[in-house]
């Protein structure tokens, strides 16, 4: 948790998008083997990359601009294909 007056984007505070400690990627995420039988059993679900989507576009473009600063090049691309692909 981000205390106020440790950086030089305090004013943000909470709005601050950050990724939870140890998870430096929201590619990591879903790359690695957290598909569980609970997860093939609810196939119905939404695969992660367009929830991930669906969040950005909700959150508005200052917002998932703020997220997407503490992505690599390949995530925001991912995501952005991801956007791109919705039905809208």
Sequence with gaps: QKTKGTTADADDGDRE???PPGEG???AQ?????DSVA???EEH????L??????????????SGHVMKYLTDFEIE?????IAA???
């Design 30 to 34: 879903y790359a690695t083997p957290q």
């Design 39 to 41: 997860d093939k059993a």
């Design 45 to 48: 679900e939404l695969p992660t």
């Design 17 to 19: 998008a950050r990724l």
């Design 78 to 82: 991912e995501i952005t294909q991801a």
């Design 50 to 63: 367009q929830k991930v989507a669906i969040l950005m576009v909700a959150m508005g473009q200052e917002s």
């Design 25 to 27: 990627s929201v590619m």
């Design 86 to 88: 919705l039905k809208m």
